[in-house]
């Protein structure tokens, strides 16, 4: 995934049939590792990782790795969230869009005498559509 000079990886469940950028079974996490905050960069589903090893799935060395740091027994798991938060408070948040209300249209008035339009009935609702129609 990711562009050029913007890497970006998804940890995900494949058959081994399949090519490299094939269908996806299930994706597990990703890697970003541009993110500064090291700890930060990989954020697995340790649940559903634990789901797939049980059943026979061999995870390459690279994701090897980050299962032993990351996974749900992982051994960074305390500084990976502590970086999360970092990330969090740090990150800065832009102010809401200002929306400024846009006023209806008016519609024109004829320049008929005024008592006409008062008396006038209000028009009525259109007719609803039959319901159960396709």
């Known amino acids: 995934m990711g562009r050029v000079h913007r890497p970006f990886f998804r940890v995900c469940a494949m058959d081994g049939h399949v090519p490299r950028?094939?269908?996806v079974i299930e994706e597990l996490g990703y890697y970003d590792p541009l993110i500064k905050e090291t700890?930060?960069?990989a954020v697995l589903n340790g649940?559903?990782?634990?789901?797939?090893?049980?059943?026979?799935a061999q995870p390459s060395e690279n994701v090897k790795v980050l299962i032993k740091k990351y996974g749900s027994k992982g051994t960074h798991?305390?500084?990976q969230r502590?970086?999360?938060e970092r990330l969090k408070l740090s990150k800065p948040t832009a102010p809401p869009p200002m929306v400024v209300p846009r006023k209806k249209k008016e519609e024109p008035v004829a320049e008929a005498p005024a008592a006409a339009s008062e008396e006038a009935?209000?028009?009525a609702p259109p007719p609803e559509a039959p319901e159960g129609g396709a």
């Open 121 to 123: 009935p209000a028009a």
């Open 21 to 23: 950028d094939g269908k």
């Open 77 to 79: 798991l305390e500084q």
């Open 82 to 84: 502590q970086a999360l």
């Open 39 to 41: 700890d930060a960069r």
């Open 47 to 56: 649940e559903r990782i634990d789901y797939w090893l049980s059943v026979g």
